[in-house]
């Protein structure tokens, strides 16, 4: 069933703060093929269902997000999720995640997974498509 899903830029600036997500991919252990990514199916992705049954378990709330948003191209959605926790060193909830999702040196756990924080600053720089429909008179001319 096709669903509406937010920009991660869009999400910020209604949070009005930075934001956390993660993006996934296939594996790539065996160096970047194109032909794997263009074949990756996120719904039959296992790292990605276990990281969502972790966020689950440990009552984290997220959500499908798609990617910074861009007016000169369009991108399906490729199971990235927004996390709605602010990125808080002081925060054990935050700790707790980052701690499962990266190693102490910064790389992340699983290749598959990188995790993401998007600034309020960078996230304002879309602004404009916020305006009563911006994406209406956009897709006209795209």
Not at 17 to 37: I, W
């Amino acid at each position: 069933m096709p669903q509406l899903i937010q920009h991660i830029d869009a999400i910020a600036r209604e949070k009005k703060r930075g934001v956390l997500y993660l993006t996934f991919h296939p594996d790539s252990a065996h160096g970047f093929r194109p032909e794997s990514e263009r074949n990756y199916e996120y719904r039959h992705d296992a790292v990605r269902q276990r990281v969502l049954a972790w966020l689950e378990e440990h009552g984290y709330t997220w959500q499908p997000c798609g990617d910074f948003a861009n007016e000169n191209s369009l991108r399906a959605y490729r199971g990235q999720i927004y996390i709605d926790i602010p990125l808080d060193e002081s925060d054990q909830r935050y700790c707790f995640l980052r701690d499962f999702l990266e190693n102490p040196d910064g790389s992340m756990r699983q290749p598959q997974v990188e995790f993401w924080y998007l600034s309020l600053e960078s996230a304002m720089k879309n602004a404009h498509h916020d305006e009563p429909g911006f994406w209406e008179r956009w897709a006209e001319t795209f």
